[in-house]
């Protein structure tokens, strides 16, 4: 009874610290998701970390299998941005540990979660363009057969602005996309232009998108911005050098990845066992005006 009673009150280990935190990325593709990689691994290594980088593709076996640290060496934390995992996933994990999640996916969950306000910036940006005359605005970006968090938000931010500033309410001007990608943009607007849809201003889902409008515009002889304006989203390095070059909503990344950081190293010096709040951050976004606005 002496021995059960000494288990039951001896202390909870602590954790071997390794200086390792891993962080689970979509696409890499994705410039915007290459350029946050990057500045997570600038940020952790000021902080005395390594980062492991973990690509999933939004594939749920994936992503749960990093959730639950299957083929991953000993790590400190989880820094993990979510396509496809469950609320119910990450609390049937079987290697439970510092977490926070990143991004639109599980907003409500007991685990804490640090994200952009989408439907915010997708509301200023087309008050940028209303307020540069446009009054027919296109919004190419809408998912339907892949559904993706960040869209319904952006999405939703466009409808808002497009009602309370009495903005044509066409149905016909919302493309709908596979992927954020380049190719899917320039098919996109190609196909609005094909049907004859007039607009006067595009939103894009994000900067690769946005990046194929600029070219479908250009393959039909529309200026960019004398008769159409087009403003994406993310502010990824490469719309200082699209021609025109690119108006977008820039994140506060800086402000992103360190609210993770912080809440993650918050949790690895908290002794296992004991109770932590669970954080909600939102971080804002601005609007960079560039060429393809400027009317």
Known sequence: ????????????????????????????????????????????????????????AGLHEREVDIANGVGLPPIDGLIHIPRSLT?????????????????????????????????????????????AGCRRIAFVGRRDAVPSDAADQRVAG????????????????????????????????????????????????NDSLAFGVLAALHEAELRVPAEVAVIGFDDVHAAQFSTPTLTSVAPDDGALVDAALDALAHQMSTPPGMDMPVQHVVVASRIVARASTAR
């Open 1 to 56: 009874m002496n021995e059960a009673r000494a288990r039951r009150s001896a202390p909870v280990a602590r954790r071997v610290r390794t200086g390792i935190v891993a962080l689970a990325i979509p696409d890499l593709n994705e410039p915007y998701f290459a350029e946050l990689t990057s500045l997570f691994v600038t940020r952790a290594h000021e902080r005395g970390l390594s980062i492991l980088i973990q690509q999933t």
């Open 87 to 131: 609320v119910g996933d990450l609390t049937r994990r079987t290697a439970p540990g510092p977490i926070v999640l990143l991004g639109e996916h599980i907003q409500v969950s007991p685990f804490t979660h640090v994200t952009v306000d989408n439907k915010a910036g997708t509301d200023a940006a087309t008050a940028h363009l209303a307020d």
């Open 158 to 205: 466009y409808l808002a602005a497009v009602q309370r500033l009495g903005l044509s309410d066409d149905a016909a001007l919302i493309a709908t996309v596979d992927a954020f990608t380049a190719e899917e943009g320039r098919r996109a607007m190609s196909e609005l232009i094909a049907r004859g849809v007039d607009c006067d201003g595009v939103v894009c889902s």
